[in-house]
């Protein structure tokens, strides 16, 4: 069987799925640094904003401002709910 290409490509290494799943050494580093951080920060984040809800839900939200900076603030609490979900767990 011959080679469809005239140009010989023996000099690209094949491609393995596990030689670019792995993260150098200085970017799992920096992650795992920030990882519990982040975890931490976002889960007492998560805590605490729906007590930022309150006041805006008894004002009412018939003022688009209002509206849009309470649905900021749930998308906010989303993300960091999805963040902060895995703190302190072992």
Known sequence: MSNPSPLSNESIPPSSPDAD???????????????G???FLSFWVAIA???VHLPLLAQGLG???VT????????INALALYVGH?????
């Not at 849009?68 to 998308?75: A, E, H, K, N, R």
């Open 68 to 75: 849009l900076t309470f649905l900021g603030l749930l998308t």
């Open 37 to 39: 951080p982040a975890q």
């Open 63 to 65: 003022d688009p401002g």
């Open 86 to 90: 895995g703190y302190n767990q072992r």
């Open 49 to 51: 904003l729906p007590f």
């Open 21 to 35: 799943a792995q993260p150098d050494a200085g970017t799992s580093r920096v992650v795992r640094s920030v990882k």
